[in-house]
C-alpha cells in the first residue's frame, strides 16, 4: 500500500534538492548549503554545524546561534529526525535505491541504534581535540549539497559508496545506524510534543507497520512495553506506518490518552519484508 504521506515527503525531499540547485540556475532567494543558508533573508543554520562551530574555535556567532535555535525549534516540535524522512537528500538517495539494495542483499546485519551516538560523541571529541568541524569536513549529506549546489558528479562518490555497502552487506546503515547528525536530531525529538500513537485495542498483529518502517525498533515498545505512542526519537516520522495498518491502529498527534490496563494485549507483529 502506498502511504498518503508519500507524495508530500517526495515533494519536500524534491524540492529541498531544488532548492539547493538554485543558485545555479540564477535565483538568489537562496544562498548556502544545508549547514547554513540564508533563505528569504532569513538565516538556518545546522545546530550540529553550529556545535561543531563553537567547540571547534570557541567563537559564537550570533546570527549563526539564531539560525541554529530557529531550525532546532521547528524539529523540536515535528521530531528531531523528520529531517532524516523528509529533508535529507541522502536518506532521498537510500530510500531510491532500497529496491535495488534487497535484490542485491542476501541477508545483511543491522547494526544497533545506539552507535549514532557513539560516533556522535566521538565527533564532537575529535572536534573538540583539532578544532577542525570533522562532520562538516567528511559528511555525505553536505558533500551531495555541494555537488547539487555546484552541479558536480565527482563528489557524489560517496553517497554512491554507501548505497553499494547497504546493497550488499547492511541495510540503510549510513541513515539508521550511523550518521551523528541523525543521532543529534534523534536527541532533540525524545523531547518533542508530535508523536505517532498507538491504539492496542485496534492492533491485530498483522505486521504491516514493521514492514513499511525504515526503523522498525522504534515500534518494538508499543507491544513490548504498552507504550501507547512512539517514544523512540530515532523515528523519522515518514507516516509510513499510519496508511499502512488496515485496522488504523496508528495515528500522529500532539496528545494520545493513556489506555485502561484492561485492555487485552495483542501479540508481537508478525515479521514481514517490505515489497
Known sequence: ?????????????????????????????????????????????????????????????????????????????????????????????????????????????????????????????????????????????????????????VPLLLPAAILLVEGVAAPRVWCRSLCPLGAFYALIARCSPLKVGFRRERCTGCGDCVAVCPVPEVLEPLWDQGACRVRAGECTRCLACLDSCPERALSVGFRFKKEPHSVTDVGRPIEKSAP
Do not use: H
Not at 519536500?12 to 547554513?36: D, E, H, K, R, Y
Not at 537528500?89 to 545483511?108: D, I, N, Q
Open 1 to 153: 500500500m502506498t502511504s498518503r504521506w508519500w507524495l508530500p515527503r517526495r515533494a519536500v525531499q524534491t524540492g529541498t534538492i531544488l532548492l539547493l540547485a538554485s543558485p545555479v540556475a540564477g535565483f538568489t532567494f537562496f544562498s548556502g548549503n544545508l549547514a547554513s543558508a540564508e533563505l528569504g533573508g532569513v538565516r538556518l543554520s545546522d545546530p550540529l554545524a553550529c556545535l561543531q562551530a563553537v567547540i571547534g574555535s570557541g567563537v559564537l556567532i550570533p546570527s549563526f546561534l539564531f539560525g541554529a535555535l530557529l531550525v532546532t525549534s521547528g524539529y523540536f516540535i515535528l521530531g528531531g529526525r523528520s529531517f532524516c524522512g523528509w529533508v535529507c537528500p541522502v536518506g532521498f538517495l537510500t530510500e531510491l535505491g532500497e529496491k535495488f539494495s534487497r535484490r542485491m542483499r542476501r541477508g545483511g546485519r543491522l547494526l544497533p541504534l545506539a552507535t549514532g551516538r557513539y560516533v556522535l560523541a566521538a565527533v564532537l571529541v575529535i572536534v573538540a581535540a583539532t578544532g577542525v568541524p570533522l562532520f562538516e569536513v567528511l559528511s555525505p549529506i553536505g558533500i551531495m549539497g555541494r555537488a547539487i549546489a555546484f552541479a558536480s558528479l
